[in-house]
């Protein structure tokens, strides 16, 4: 099974830097996705991490340690159009060979103010 | 490319009646899912297709709630009888493969009354 864990809310101010942690367990650990909300809509995939490092994709980047069960997304030079839900998503190794399923944690309700 | 298509996108029904959500997922993609989604919640998987075959159904309730996809494509959820406490986001999400990154439909946001 898995073990999602993030913030429920965080608040930042336009321009400035936000960190959203996500810790996990789980067993068959194959990746982990961010994925961003806005109220009402879809989620939209952001980022993808399956070996340890930072990927960095223009204003966001997401970190992953595997040894430590820790993501983290980074938002950088926030806009107010950033304000929204942002989910951690866990992808790892269900029955049958080649298959797995993906999880997702909570989310974490990002509010940028002036 | 037309993304994932869900319908409808909302839907009021009276409890005890039953509800029927369909999915057009992405042209070429073999996974399919159906997530639920409470207000202020990560969305929670019910089913995942692989082609025409549901392979992980365990948080599916299965008293009341079904799901097919036929040939491999479109899939339709349906609940019957619907509960009060149904009153959720209805996700839909395909991916080229299991574990791919899922592109997510807009979603059918259920209320039972």
């Given amino acids: 099974g898995q073990n999602i864990d993030q913030p429920t809310e965080m608040t930042a101010t336009e321009g400035a830097i936000v960190q959203i942690n996500c810790t996990y367990q789980t ?57 929204a839900s942002y989910l951690c998503a866990v992808r790892d190794s269900a029955s049958g060979a080649g298959s797995y399923q993906l999880t997702f944690g909570k989310g974490t309700k990002l509010s940028v103010i002036p | 490319e037309a993304g994932v298509v869900q319908s409808p996108r909302y839907k009021i029904i009276e409890k005890k009646q039953p509800v029927a959500f369909w999915c057009n997922p992405i042209s070429g993609h073999n996974t399919l899912y159906w997530y639920l989604q409470n207000l202020g919640q990560g969305p929670e998987l019910l089913i995942r297709y692989e082609n025409e075959e549901a392979v992980d159904d365990s948080q599916l309730p299965k008293d009341r709630f079904s799901a097919e996809r036929l040939k491999g494509v479109d899939s339709t959820l349906k609940i019957q009888p619907a509960e009060l406490g149904d009153s959720a986001v209805y996700l839909c999400a395909s991916s080229p493969w299991t574990g791919s990154e899922a592109f997510f439909g807009q979603g059918t946001r259920l209320t039972v009354v």
Avoid: C, I
């Fill in chain 1, 27 to 83: 067993s068959g650990f194959n990746g982990l996705f961010w994925y961003q909300q806005h109220a009402g809509e879809a989620p939209t995939f952001l980022s993808y991490n399956v070996l340890d490092g930072l990927e960095e994709k223009g204003r966001f980047s997401s970190f992953l340690s595997r040894s430590k069960g820790y993501s983290y997304l980074l938002l950088k030079e926030l806009q107010m159009k950033d304000s």
